[in-house]
């Protein structure tokens, strides 16, 4: 989970530990000063040029399940929002952007988990049933 803390214009993180390609996995909670109460707030992820700007809930938070996607890398992350007031917008932004390093996972290189296969007792009921059809009607003699 990304931890974030915002005080007036200075941004603060908790460093998180976060793999490329996590699928409804990251998450973001941030807590804010007094001086962004009825802002409308977003977090933007900015890479090689591009920007991705996701919008904090009312909680101040984003969950897993908004699908938050990160490739591998370091990303400049900043907090941004606005507030309307006395029939103005009014722009808000932190002072200072913090990286977050997003580190490549080890064997997968962002393909889908490879298959796998059956537990032990599946393999062995498995092998039974395969065990049996070879061995068809003939009688078991034991001993």
Known sequence: MIELKINGQRLKSN?????EDSVNYIQVKASFSKDWEGTD?????????????????ADNEIK?????????????VYVHGHIVKNGELVE?????M???????????????????????GEKYVEEMKKLLEEAGNRPCVLG
């Open 92 to 96: 808000r932004i932190t002072t200072n």
């Open 98 to 120: 913090i990286n977050i390093e997003v580190i490549r996972t080890g064997t997968l290189e962002g393909e889908p988990f490879p298959e796998v296969s059956g537990s032990v």
């Open 41 to 57: 707030k977003w977090i933007t992820f900015e890479k090689d040029g591009e920007a991705y700007k996701i919008d904090f809930d």
């Open 64 to 76: 897993k399940e908004r699908g938050i996607n990160l490739g591998s890398g370091t990303y400049k």
């Open 15 to 19: 460093d998180p530990f976060i793999v």
